[in-house]
């Protein structure tokens, strides 16, 4: 089984070469256009090409690196916003808040339970110390085979 994973170099030379051949076709078909239609053209270029290395500057891109059998993407550099740490956090409070509340729900349901068998335990008709002898819970078991 390969693994195809992306050279984040590669990529770029690829889009660079890509970009060089549109820009040389463009500029051959620009040939026929007036002077400043071309001097307009020629500028926007400038200007793409300025904002290109502004912001190649600024921001990072992706890679895919290979660690052995397995790939792993890297989003670069990027600064943690107040809403990044804010989303990263908020699952981890909720997912304490849902344990915390879940626990208090069992306990209150173990204490509803043991507050029941001491309500049948002083309501019955024996006395709760009949229920610690050894005796009881034979006469229990005889009674319960007949």
Known sequence: MTTT???????SS???QFGRAVASRLAASTDDLPYEVRE????A???ALQLRKQAAATHTVPAILANGSSATATA???SFSLW???GSVLPLLA???GLVLLHSAQ???RANEIAEVDAAILTDDLPPAAYADPGFLQFLKQSGRE
């Open 76 to 78: 670069g550099e990027e």
């Open 14 to 16: 690829h889009a660079d």
């Open 5 to 11: 994973t992306t050279n984040p170099q590669r990529a």
């Open 84 to 86: 990044t740490r804010i």
């Open 40 to 43: 307009r053209l020629r500028a």
């Open 107 to 109: 306990a209150d349901h």
């Open 45 to 47: 270029r400038v200007q």
């Open 95 to 97: 997912l304490l808040a």
